[in-house]
């Protein structure tokens, strides 16, 4: 009994509600994003571009939302994937994964981290 009760645990992993998403738009602050989505599970500064990830387990693929910051106001949104192929089969939180499957920078965050 306690070990399905931990297996059930384990596999919920990350649960954030990215079918919010559709409320963010161009232009918004940081504040005004994260009410919308809540806190990020990873943040990143590289460049003048602050990177938020969200992301939600699912039992073959993880699905992220990349938030990308340019000097406090939203520039760029990428959803990506990532599958078991691309963990090599591990598997649990999918904070573990960010930046692998078929994320890639907006161009937009490309051409500013180039300048």
Not at 15 to 44: C, F, R, W
Request: charged share 25%; aromatic share 12%.
């Amino acid at each position: 009994m306690l070990t399905s009760l931990i297996l059930s645990f384990v596999s919920c992993g990350v649960q954030q509600n990215l079918s919010v998403s559709y409320k963010l738009h161009e232009g918004m602050t940081k504040q005004e994003a994260e009410a919308i989505m809540g806190a990020p599970v990873k943040s990143d500064f590289y460049k003048n571009v602050e990177e938020w990830h969200y992301c939600k387990t699912g039992q073959m693929a993880d699905e992220f939302i990349a938030l990308f910051f340019y000097e406090g106001k939203l520039i760029a949104k990428k959803n990506y994937t990532v599958t078991a192929a691309d963990t090599r089969g591990v598997y649990g939180s999918c904070e573990k994964f960010i930046k692998m499957g078929n994320y890639r920078e907006p161009e937009v965050v490309v051409e500013i981290r180039s300048r």
